[in-house]
């Protein structure tokens, strides 16, 4: 089987394992979405490994608020990142979570967060961010804040590639999950030496990449997404909203429903505006709604994580091939060839190890 998925209980699957890409998965997505999320991206790198033989690991990022049995479930099948340096993984994907604070920068994980990114950018061959891990990434690395939306940016969108680059390969025109509150810029990217790949007229950028020590791959949108995750975060919005939690009814997904389902849809936020009460979520038609519902992104997500899991395997392969080389530099210059991570490991305020900086943060 191409993929195996080791959540540390089989002693079975180390020795299986023995010549895998090597991938880990850091899911911070709330507890309502953690385990959806996990089967999300199994299923995705299943499909698209092909015959390429990967190993799976979850990790997580401490900090990310969870409920007693979300932790339960955490503290059971998730690595912590302690484990990360000596992991050995190849790459890594790294999803966001629902923010609680104003800004990213006030978030309780942010500081573990940016270890992350600069750990991933010392360490793997590439990382995947998602959504607003992609947003925190670069934030972090070159100062880009995000920018509110005056509404929520939801639904499936047409996105076009605009760079021939190794992830494009096979697509120039490809739907796209998204479902975000607030946007990076193209044109503030752009001047930061970021490279757009693709871009939809209504959703904005959609993937973007850069390329240094680590390949960077940066995903505003949610290719991993089955068929029925907009459906759940539209009923969880709009629920929200007749309970008082939010002030703005949220926006119909655009491009997601069939005529029918918009008509029903509309009809029922029309009257939650006119008169806004939580009893109305019970007439919220979600039986009818999912069977209507297809995941027609899911072959170009397919061919963009297999795009990605062959520039893994290319760039593992010259990392090894070039290992000799850096190791008779480093031994020339008296240190070794892994200083920098050696040095961090044992630098009190090193990778995932030491003391935290604990300074005010700056607002975004």
């Not at 080791?6 to 890409?21: E, H, L, M, N, T």
């Not at 409920?67 to 050995?88: C, I, N, T, W």
């Not at 697509?171 to 990217?189: C, K, M, Y």
């Not at 008082?244 to 029918?260: H, I, K, N, Q």
């Amino acid at each position: 089987m191409p993929l195996l998925v080791d959540r540390g209980s089989d002693p079975r699957i180390a020795k299986a394992a023995a010549g895998c890409v090597e991938i880990g998965l850091v899911n911070n997505m709330p507890d309502t979405a953690l385990e959806a999320t996990e089967r999300q991206f199994t299923a995705l790198l299943e499909a698209a490994a092909g015959e390429t033989r990967v190993r799976l690991r979850f990790y997580s990022l401490p900090g990310v608020p969870r409920s007693e049995r979300g932790q339960r479930h955490v503290d059971k099948f998730y690595r912590g990142l302690r484990e990360l340096p000596a992991s050995g993984v190849d790459a890594l994907i790294v999803t966001g979570t629902e923010p609680r604070a104003a800004s990213l920068r006030n978030e309780p994980y942010w500081h573990l967060f940016g270890e992350l990114i600069d750990w991933a950018e010392h360490n793997t061959v590439s990382t995947v961010w998602s959504c607003l891990a992609a947003h925190a990434a670069v934030l972090h690395l070159d100062g880009i804040a995000r920018h509110p939306l005056a509404e929520k940016c939801i639904g499936v969108f047409d996105c076009a590639a605009l760079a021939d680059h190794p992830l494009m390969a096979g697509q120039t025109r490809f739907a796209v999950p998204h479902s975000r509150w607030n946007e990076l810029r193209e044109d503030e990217l752009r001047a930061r030496g970021y490279d757009v790949l693709t871009r939809s007229p209504q959703a904005g950028v959609d993937a973007f990449v850069r390329d240094g020590r680590s390949l960077f791959v940066f995903l505003q949108g949610h290719p991993e997404y089955d068929a029925l995750s907009l459906l759940g975060e539209y009923r969880r919005d709009f629920g929200r909203f007749l309970r008082g939690e939010r002030d703005v009814c949220p926006s119909l997904p655009l491009g997601y429903f069939d005529d029918a389902a918009m008509a029903r849809l509309a009809d029922l936020r029309a009257r939650a505006l006119a008169d806004r009460r939580e009893e109305l979520l019970a007439e919220f038609p979600v039986v009818a709604l999912e069977q209507s519902l297809s995941a027609r992104w899911r072959p170009a997500a397919e061919r963009l994580y297999a795009n990605w899991l062959s520039q893994v395997v290319a760039l593992k392969s010259r990392r090894v091939a070039a290992a000799p080389m850096q190791a008779a530099s480093a031994a020339a210059a008296g240190r070794s060839p892994n200083f920098v991570e050696r040095r961090r490991r044992s630098d009190p305020s090193g990778y995932f190890t030491g003391l935290r900086d604990r300074r005010l943060p700056t607002p975004a």
